[in-house]
Every structure is written in C-alpha cells, then in structure tokens.
C-alpha cells in the first residue's frame, strides 16, 4: 500500500506554506485593486476545494495558496480530506454511467465548447498561472492554448475512434476488434504544469468516454479551481451531469488513496521521478492503469557542423523557460569541442541579456522559482557543483529582492558523467560539456542518465539525423532535430522512456491508454466450428 510518507510531494507543501507564512503579508491580494480581474475568473477570499458536482467546502485544513513573485498570499482553499474524496468518487462514478452512453461525436461536441470557453478566458488564466505558478504570463497563456488545442485535436479524434475487423479462419464468423472506456479516470498535475496537463488528459478521456477526477499540486489550487468552473459551466449549460468533470484539493493523503483505489479506472501523474515510481508500484499492485509523466535529464548535442545561432537561441529557450522548471527543460549542453567557445560565449552574453522581473509585466521573460524550497535547491546543486570542479560562467546567485528569485546559471569544466550532472535539479542551472569525440560519443552521453524524457541534436549531416532517431541513437521518447528539447506539439505523443515512466498523453495514439480494447467472435452460422481445426465428436 502507498503510505501517506512515501506520497508527500517534491514541493513539501505543508513546509512551503509555513516557511512563506512568516514572510508573507496578511492582506490577500485577491482583495487588492492590482488583482481584481481574479474575481473575473470567479475565483473568491475564499474557495472551496471540492467539487463533486456541486461546489462543497473541504472538511480538511484552510490552504493558502501565495505568489512567488512576492511570497504573499493570494487566496485560501478548503481541502479535501479522504471521506471527501470518496463522495467525490462515487459522484464521479455516477456521472459516468450517463456519460458513456453518449454517442462519440457528441462527447466531442462538449470538448469542443470546453476549448472555446478556454479562449474567451485565456488571457485571464495566463495571468493567474504567472501569479501562481510563476512563470511569464504569455507562457502561461501558452499552456493554456495546449489545452485548447488538444481540444481541437479531441473533437475530430470523436469522429474517428477505430475499430477493426479482421479475417476469421471460421467460416460463418466475424471477427472484431471493439474499444470502450476505462471508466474513471484520476489526475494528479503537478505545479509547473497545472493546466496543459490536465487539458491533454482530460479532453482524449472525456472523448473516449470516462469520467475524470482532478488532483493538483497543493500550491497551484487556485488556477485548478478557475479551470474547473469553466468546464462545470459548459457541462451544466447542455444539462450534463457535471460531476463528470470532479475535482479534490488536496494533500498527500488524497494522492495516496487515488493510487490504491480500485475504483480509479485509470491513474494519470505527473510529478518526480521518486514518487512516480511509488505511484506506480501501487497502481500495479492492485492491477490498475497507469500513466507516469516524470522527470527529464535533457541533453542538446551540438555537432561540429551545427548552425550556432540557432543552437544558442533554442538552447537559451530551452534552458531559461519557466525558470528550468519543465520537465523538458535542457539541463546539458554537448558542444563539440570545435564550436565550445563561440556557443559558450554568445550564449553567456544571451543569459545576461534576459529581463528578469514579475511574470505579469510586460517584457520580463524570466520569473522566480515557484517556491522557497527551489531556491535552496538550487543553493545545493550550485554548491556541489562548484566543489566538483565546475565553474560558473553566468548567474549563480540568489537575486536580492522579494520572492523567490534566482539567477539562471552555466556551469562548465564538469565531466559527462559527474554525479551532479546525472540528476535531474529542476533549477535553471545548464551543465555546458565539451565533446571531443564524435557524434556516437555525444549519444552515449545523452543516452546515460537514468532518464528519457526528450532530446536534441543539431547539425547539418543527414546521416547522423537517421542514426540519431534510429535504434542505436537517442533512447528518449521525444527526439529532436535542430529544435531544443521543449516545446512539443499536441499532434504527437507526449513521454518519456526509463525513469521518465514509458506513459504517453496528448496526440497520436496516446488515446488507447483511455480504452480497453476487446476482441469479439460473432458466430452468425448454424455450425459451432472452433479455432486451430479442432474438433469435439
């Protein structure tokens, strides 16, 4: 069983919340004229943290979720406890009974205005995610289109969902092959990417015909709430049983009971490595379904023929963006020794060049960390890094002002393989290596770590690109070809291999993991022939 400890979250929520409360003000800025356009998102002093069909207060503890541009508090929520959470379930349950019986394209119909309710608040929600989640607000209103897009994407996938019909060796038989719902499908999102990940999931599942149930990380429940209410408005407008669509805010102990519970058809997380593997380990010992989004040690190979500009510029996104807190993030850079002072230095210019500021203003491309407890991580990895011989070209300090502010750092003269390069930091500190060996060399360094999540190569050689995506070449699930490691499209399939935990979500086929597929005989003869020429006389 997945104990309560073995689930707490890499943010350490409750520590979070104490650690802000002494430094943070007591007037909640959803009260503040500056941040009136949160009640636009219905969002209140107040919120509850249980919707199980009907909006309900958590019988939990008072949570309060704060800006990392400032450590100050915005609003409070109501969280769930485990009696909560199975109301909410059995609700759940209940709404899906009505909902697998309507047709496909119909459940299309209502992904459809879900994303179009999306876009007339979509620049609301990016700005409540850069107060929230602290990243820029035109980044969060980029998360936001991933999930009106996966929307669009869902709509046509409802008037396509295959079956196939294979040749019986049976004379006087069909043979099928028929896919159904899961049934119940649970979401745990993880901080950085509250929305986008809820969305790639939520829309093929309603689509494939299940219920879905959400968990977010405890310190993102606000942005959570307001996407909540804009789906519950959509069910209820076309008289739709709105539990369809149920959410819980909650702590540890709700995430530990979703992946024990039998009635969890499906489970979807996202989060570290660390607790996704105990995620799963439970998921699995009960015979239940898993999808695990974990973490990515992302490398960018830079051959000798690559063009440097667009190496530094992809490179800059790649490592810069949401401050290294995605799971696509590049955390190392493998220049081939002959292009490793030019791409050093133009890119150690380019780092001094990023306008730090609030994630609201206009400009900054570069916020704080989500949380105190980042800030002192990447405290650590700088530390260690630095006393295994790394040097910092750039950044490399905490930036003196309100928040959680650090500056985004490049660390050379490490080895490929030395422990801290290894590991997975989900800080903005980039690891620049240099390649003296050739370009199977620069394989086998991206290929070392334990996980793989997503990869880049740049260069000019169509030989090394089909080898790179070949079988001897990156062993990630994303492979890249002179584009950085982020920013991937909702057409294809989203995952990793390895630690990164082999599920798949968004495009392609990634809609199977929502279905049980069965294989059907239909004898429409008078004889009872079986299969392999047996016969019974």
């Known amino acids: 069983m997945l104990t309560l400890k073995s689930i707490q979250s890499v943010s350490a929520s409750k520590h979070i919340f104490q650690i802000i409360s002494r430094c943070a003000s007591t007037e909640l800025l959803i009260n503040q004229p500056k941040y009136a356009w949160l009640k636009e998102l219905d969002l209140n002093e107040v919120n509850d943290g249980v919707f199980d069909g009907e909006w309900k207060a958590g019988s939990g503890e008072m949570m309060t979720s704060y800006s990392p541009a400032t450590n100050e508090p915005i609003a409070k929520i109501s969280a769930a406890t485990?009696?909560?959470?199975?109301?909410?379930?059995?609700?759940?349950?209940?709404?899906?009974?009505?909902?697998?019986?309507?047709?496909?394209?119909?459940?299309?119909?209502?992904?459809?205005q879900i994303g179009q309710a999306l876009r007339e608040k979509k620049t609301l929600l990016g700005n409540l995610e850069a107060l929230e989640v602290g990243k820029i607000a035109v980044e969060g209103a980029g998360e936001v289109q991933e999930y009106i897009d996966i929307c669009d994407y869902a709509v046509g996938l409802s008037r396509m969902l295959p079956g196939s019909v294979i040749p019986s060796e049976r004379r006087g038989h069909a043979l099928l092959e028929n896919w159904n719902p899961v049934g119940i499908v649970g979401i745990i999102t993880a901080f950085n990417f509250p929305i986008a990940v809820y969305g790639w999931n939520t829309a093929i599942a309603l689509t494939c015909g299940n219920s879905v149930i959400w968990k977010p990380a405890p310190t993102v429940n606000l942005s959570t709430i307001a996407v909540q209410k804009i789906m519950t408005r959509v069910l209820e407008a076309n008289n739709l049983p709105p539990a369809i669509c149920s959410m819980v805010c909650g702590g540890a102990d709700v995430g530990s009971m979703m992946a024990d519970d039998t009635n969890c058809d499906l489970l979807s997380f996202t989060g570290s490595?660390?607790?996704?593997?105990?995620?799963?380990?439970?998921?699995?010992?009960?015979?239940?379904?898993?999808?695990?989004?974990?973490?990515?040690?992302?490398?960018?190979?830079?051959?000798?023929?690559?063009?440097?500009?667009?190496?530094?510029?992809?490179?800059?996104?790649?490592?810069?963006?949401?401050?290294?807190?995605?799971?696509?993030?590049?955390?190392?850079?493998?220049?081939?020794?002959?292009?490793?002072?030019?791409?050093?230095?133009?890119?150690?210019?380019?780092?001094?060049?990023?306008?730090?500021?609030?994630?609201?203003?206009?400009?900054?491309?570069?916020?704080?960390?989500?949380?105190?407890?980042?800030?002192?991580?990447?405290?650590?990895?700088?530390?260690?890094?630095?006393?295994?011989?790394?040097?910092?070209?750039?950044?490399?300090?905490?930036?003196?002002?309100?928040?959680?502010?650090?500056?985004?750092?490049?660390?050379?003269?490490?080895?490929?393989?030395?422990?801290v390069v290894m590991k997975e930091s989900f800080v903005p500190v980039l690891y620049v290596l240099k390649l003296e060996g050739g370009f199977e060399d620069g394989v086998s360094w991206n290929n070392e770590v334990n996980q793989g999540l997503t990869s880049a190569l740049f260069t000019k050689n169509l030989g090394n690109i089909f080898k790179w995506m070949g079988p001897k070449g990156s062993d990630c699930g994303i492979i890249n070809v002179n584009i950085p490691t982020s920013g991937a499209e909702i057409g294809g399939a989203f995952g990793g291999e390895k630690h990164t935990g082999g599920g798949r979500e968004s495009g392609s086929d990634s809609w199977k993991q929502y279905m049980r597929r069965s294989t059907c005989t239909i004898n429409y003869s008078k004889d009872l022939p079986l299969a392999q020429g047996i016969k019974f006389d």
């Open 82 to 112: 485990l009696d909560d959470y199975k109301m909410t379930m059995e609700k759940c349950r209940e709404a899906w009974k009505f909902w697998a019986d309507v047709p496909a394209p119909e459940r299309g119909e209502i992904v459809r």
């Open 273 to 419: 490595t660390e607790i996704g593997q105990k995620v799963g380990v439970a998921v699995q010992q009960r015979f239940g379904r898993s999808i695990l989004e974990l973490g990515g040690n992302n490398a960018i190979i830079v051959m000798e023929d690559a063009d440097v500009e667009m190496v530094v510029r992809g490179t800059l996104f790649a490592s810069v963006g949401t401050q290294g807190q995605r799971c696509t993030t590049a955390r190392r850079l493998i220049i081939h020794e002959s292009l490793y002072d030019a791409v050093l230095e133009k890119l150690k210019k380019a780092y001094s060049q990023v306008p730090i500021g609030d994630p609201l203003d206009d400009g900054v491309l570069y916020g704080p960390l989500h949380s105190p407890q980042g800030v002192e991580t990447y405290k650590s990895v700088i530390a260690e890094a630095v006393a295994n011989g790394g040097k910092v070209e750039v950044g490399g300090k905490v930036i003196d002002r309100a928040g959680n502010y650090v500056e985004p750092t490049i660390i050379s003269g490490l080895s490929h393989n030395d422990p």
